[in-house]
């Protein structure tokens, strides 16, 4: 029994722009999964933090189950769709004066 592997220089065209799009797409959604682990407090985790990065490294299945599953939903509803207060914190350079 032999085992078929394929080398890049073989593969079609669209063979190749499938690899690099899917490659893409599992890199984009691990690095999100990794962020968002990295930015949430161990209360906002459903689990221990070491089992979701870990769970974030098996293929595409890995960060969408972090997504789905790891992260703990907001209990208060009613600010989910509200819109966000003002900052009172100016952007840019301060003019002097008045």
Known sequence: MTTSTRKWQDMSPSRRAGLAVGTLGQLALLGAALRSLSKRSAAELNGPRALWIAVSFVNFVGPITYFVLGR????????EGAAREPTTRKRGCVR???
């Open 72 to 79: 703990r939903r907001s209990t208060d509803r009613g600010s």
């Open 96 to 98: 002097g004066g008045t």
